[in-house]
């Protein structure tokens, strides 16, 4: 379906796209059941890492920080 707040989020994270892996996940495909029973109203729903990290909006200022961590922990 359309999601507009995804596409949003998008938009914004878009200028980081070489920085990290961006995988959508459909939550309303039946082997996604787990992932719509714990996030049906709060998409979109990030996770960086395998960790959550946010969701609604993007928090650019959280994501970053998050990014850079991660970054450095990889150096």
Request: charged share 35%; aromatic share 12%.
């Amino acid at each position: 379906k359309p999601c507009p707040l995804c596409d949003e989020a998008k938009e914004v994270l878009e200028p980081y796209k070489r920085r990290f892996i961006l995988q959508e996940v459909n939550i309303t495909l039946p082997e996604n059941s787990a992932w719509y029973d714990k996030y049906k109203y709060d998409i979109p729903v990030f996770h960086l890492n395998g960790k959550f990290l946010m969701k609604h909006r993007v928090d650019i200022q959280k994501f970053e920080d998050r990014l850079r961590k991660l970054e450095l922990q990889s150096e």
